[in-house]
């Protein structure tokens, strides 16, 4: 039985389980968590944020209040746009996907960045630097770009609320962007990133109502192929 029949079988046994409208109530956490940074910005790194030593000491629940932190702390407003944006590509993903597969995607890139913290946390030994490292999921967060992207890579987005760009070409801008920073960004940040866009390659590999856009991705390519052949 292949991945894709086996993930069809797991969530028709627990789809019951999962989370409706988790997009909103996780957008509701980051605003909650923005209010956070502007009253006590000291509060989520001391007692929210995903840190392994403090996780292996016992304090468990920053295993999900990791997520308080917003998808991105700059400006008030750009904040807020931030949030907004991520809601919206995250609630066309769960009402496209269904509750339950956006549960398994969300949760599973975060713990899919918390266990390889927590594994190499022990590898490294306590009071290592990733050990006690706060995780920040900004790239986690932005994953869900790259699916939105594959999902639907013709959608569009209004650049500076003027210009139409498409989905599937900011992706490519937004690959080069993290590639950029891959190669230049230290050695934490590459960790990051590659988690991030394995989340992303982890889902679709089994997720088989989605193998359609693997294939059709696919047959894109050899159609470039035969068309640049023909010239």
Known sequence: MDLGSRYSRFRGKYQK???HDLALYVSIIFA????????NPGFYFES???IPQRVMSGEIWRILTAIFYPPSMGDFFWTILAIMVWYSMSRSLQAWWGDF????????SLFLNEIV??????????????????FLPTYMYFSVFMAY?????????????VLPVKAKHLAVVEVAIYLYEFLRGAWIVKLYIFLAFAGV??????QDRN???ISNWKWKLKQWQRRRNFR
């Open 32 to 39: 909650v968590g923005l209010l956070i940074q502007l009253v």
């Open 117 to 134: 913290l927590l594994v190499l946390s022990l590898i490294m030994g306590r009071g290592s630097v990733i050990s006690v490292l706060p």
């Open 211 to 213: 193998n359609h856009i």
């Open 201 to 206: 390659i982890i889902y679709f590999m089994i």
């Open 48 to 50: 929210l944020a995903f």
């Open 17 to 19: 389980y999962a989370i």
């Open 149 to 161: 992207a594959i999902t639907f890579p013709e959608s569009q987005f209004l650049i500076m609320f």
């Open 101 to 108: 597969d956006f549960n398994i995607y969300f949760f599973g």
